[in-house]
């Protein structure tokens, strides 16, 4: 069961390997004492590094392991709706991701997504319901996060957010493009600040794209997906 509420918060999957070193005091200080100043050109207040891509041919599965570093003065807030894409048993519930695969690229986006047109149709009949409440966590200032993504082929995205029901494996020699998304408040300090009371749907995702959300893309050297692999039906 889908939950797609302004109040309450959905529970994750989470499957990652974590490591956090972070100035828990808001002191902008760096370790010799000097002064840190704040940045705010979108891409030098989160860096945002890719440190290793592995693709198991046997297993379908891709590794994606990232290290997010905050460089400013103060929190900053990533989405993370999961860590893990793997369906265990059928009737799972789909992932809150978009692929695109082209001849030289797999794009995996895992921003806070834009609503397909079903998805928007879908939240129309929800009484109150304006849109996902994404998942966060939070990096403080100065800090960072490892953290170990995993993609087990065919991934089937949720159609609220993708057009495609169901990802095959990649193949061929290809990059891998991860696009993450992140913002310098929490969703609910946001919501409460911004919600207007004629707030409809559209207008609401128009805020969350143009104004809350920041969006950073990293990009591997190209690796190989070996050959095509058709999944057969159930």
């Not at 834009?114 to 149709?121: A, C, E, Y």
């Not at 911004?194 to 128009?206: F, G, N, P, S, Y």
């Amino acid at each position: 069961m889908r939950r797609y509420s302004l109040l309450v918060l959905a529970t994750i999957t989470v499957c990652f390997v974590a490591c956090r070193t972070s100035a828990d005091s808001d002191s902008a200080k760096d370790n010799k004492g000097k002064s840190i100043r704040p940045i705010d050109k979108v891409g030098d207040e989160l860096r945002v590094d890719l440190e290793r891509v592995k693709y198991e041919n046997e297993t379908q599965t891709l590794f994606v392991r990232l290290r997010f570093s905050n460089r400013t003065t103060k929190s900053l807030y990533v989405v993370a709706e999961e860590f893990c894409f793997k369906h265990l048993y059928p009737g799972d519930p789909p992932d809150t991701i978009k692929i695109r695969e082209t001849d030289d690229v797999l794009e995996v986006d895992l921003s806070l997504l834009h609503l397909t047109p079903s998805g928007m149709d879908f939240l129309r009949g929800e009484q109150g319901v304006l849109g996902h409440v994404p998942q966060q966590f939070e990096i403080k200032s100065n800090g960072f996060f490892y953290f170990t993504y995993a993609f087990h082929f065919p991934v089937f995205p949720d159609t609220i957010f993708s057009e495609e029901r169901m990802i095959e494996a990649p193949h061929g020699r290809k990059r891998v493009k991860i696009k993450v998304g992140y913002s310098r408040e929490e969703y609910d300090d946001f919501l409460r600040k911004e919600l207007a009371a004629d707030e409809t749907i559209e207008t609401w995702q128009d805020k969350l794209q143009e104004q809350w959300q920041k969006i950073i893309e990293v990009q591997s050297d190209p690796i190989d997906f070996g050959k095509a692999k058709i999944t057969e039906p159930e």
